[in-house]
């Protein structure tokens, strides 16, 4: 069993960069996909995210590379700008020890200056299909001398419609090449094409019955569709990470939660398909710098995100299937650390908490807000038995009682009472001074008396009085007294 990186063959220059980061150990698929990237064969491996792909395919590609031979001599493909753009900064930490070149092919970019960076003669490119392929029928990136190509991130690559550009860029390397997919999952698509392209492919599959990463806890929350700002707003204060990923369906709706939870206090960024390469890459690097607290993102584009200490992973759209689930819970508990998901669930898709649960064999366990704190149910009923007025699950929510106006707002007829209200109490007792006491047979307590047309007048009534002067109050009471007679 592999337990040290000097066990792989690494070169000292290597080895030396991954002790200055503290990477002790290799993981389980670098274990098994470092010997056999070195020994020349093609792969595809499937690993849960976070577990250490990237290092798994850019060690033994290094580690073979010669500095002395001026062209380019393996190929990384990303499905989009963000990955790739990772990739590119992880593989510039151990190239330059080694004396090595890495350049950076993206769409977005300006393509001259690119086409200018190829004349230094990089030993490894990295970038997306689209530019790659475009540069090559330019006749602008020659790869007939690379010897390895890795696709990151296959099932997305496939998935986004970029199979023909794949197939192109593949087939402008020698017919010795040396293919490897490196995925979190593997659909039955990405395998078939696999099975064209490779020679006996050596398949590395690691622990696929948990795919994500033990470390994660899971949770869901229940919200009505309406009320999930509040309930994420809410969430946010009661769990207050120092940052967070929150993953929205609709690209559409991202600006309008972005200005609003900019209103609420948090410092929000959003990164999604239509945002140009700067934008990307400035709103990235201050997420990672921590002046952004939160970031709003698609699944597409949370495909380059790689935070070594994200703590929170907040679903306010509940991903569909599996498998993107598994894409969104790996951006947290890298690389053994602990970390939190939470996925906010309407009633028209609570069964796709069990059904998560079932098909990837985690425990998704509901929590319910009350009192500004995250609970379990259990908990819930035990705080509140001596409660009066307990919150609803989900947005944290006190039912109206006699004399509150709005208790979403935090407002009611008394100081006393909004200030319960807005601060998350329950039961407080309001001033005798801020509420006028009515007689006997008056306000709401009468108008439940009445026969339902009576009550509704009575209302009525009660509206149109409310914030009207003495002298219009008794004339429309008199008005009301003469009609009835």
Request: include cysteine.
């Amino acid at each position: 069993m592999v337990t040290s990186w000097e066990q792989l063959e690494l070169r000292s220059e290597l080895i030396g960069q991954l002790k200055d980061f503290e990477i002790t150990e290799p993981t389980t698929v670098q274990q098994e996909a470092i010997p056999a990237i070195a020994s020349g064969r093609d792969l595809y491996a499937r690993s849960q995210t976070g577990t250490g792909k990237t290092l798994a395919y850019l060690l033994p590609l290094l580690n073979r590379m010669d500095a002395a031979v001026p062209d380019i001599q393996a190929v990384v493909l990303a499905p989009t700008q963000e990955l790739a753009m990772q990739i590119v900064r992880v593989a510039e930490r151990y190239a330059e020890a080694c004396g090595l070149r890495v350049q950076q092919l993206i769409g977005g970019a300006a393509l001259k200056r690119q086409v200018e960076k190829l004349k230094l003669k990089p030993h490894l490119i990295v970038g997306t299909p689209g530019r790659i392929n475009e540069l090559v029928g330019q006749r602008k990136l020659k790869l007939h001398n690379a010897r390895t190509i890795v696709i990151d991130e296959a099932d997305q690559m496939f998935e986004l419609g970029s199979t023909k550009e794949v197939e192109t860029v593949i087939s402008a390397l020698g017919p010795d090449r040396q293919i490897a997919f490196f995925s979190a999952t593997l659909p039955e698509e990405m395998e078939r094409l696999a099975g064209r392209w490779m020679k006996e492919p050596v398949r590395i599959d690691v622990q696929p019955e948990h795919r994500v990463a033990e470390t994660i806890s899971h949770y869901y929350i229940f919200s009505e569709g309406r009320d999930k700002f509040e309930t994420a707003k809410k969430l946010l204060h009661a769990f207050a990470p120092s940052s967070a990923l929150l993953f929205m369906n609709d690209t559409d709706q991202i600006a309008n939660w972005e200005a609003k939870l900019s209103f609420e206090g948090f410092t929000v960024e959003s990164l999604y398909g239509d945002a140009d390469k700067l934008k990307r890459s400035q709103t990235l690097e201050r997420f990672r710098s921590g002046r952004c607290q939160l970031l709003l993102a698609t699944d597409v584009a949370a495909r380059g995100i790689d935070i070594e200490h994200l703590p929170l992973v907040l679903n306010i759209d509940a991903p569909q299937d599996p498998d993107r689930y598994v894409h969104r819970a790996g951006r947290t508990g890298r690389m053994g650390r602990e970390g939190t998901v939470f996925t906010i669930v309407t009633f028209r898709d609570s069964y796709l908490a069990e059904k998560l649960s079932k098909r990837l064999g985690i425990e998704i366990k509901e929590r319910v807000l009350f009192g500004g704190k995250i609970l379990a149910r259990e908990e819930l009923k035990r705080g509140t038995r001596n409660s009066s007025s307990p919150r609803s699950a989900g947005t944290g929510r006190t039912p109206a009682t006699r004399g509150d106006k709005d208790v979403r707002s935090g407002k009611g007829r008394s100081g006393d009472a909004g200030k319960g209200a807005s601060s998350g109490l329950t039961g407080a007792p309001s001033s005798p001074a801020g509420r006028k006491e009515l007689p006997p047979g008056h306000g709401r307590e009468a108008v439940r008396k009445l026969s339902p047309a009576k009550a509704k007048a009575e209302k009525e009534k009660e509206r149109k009085n409310k914030g009207a002067p003495k002298w219009l109050k008794a004339k429309r009471e008199n008005g009301s007294e003469d009609q009835q007679k």
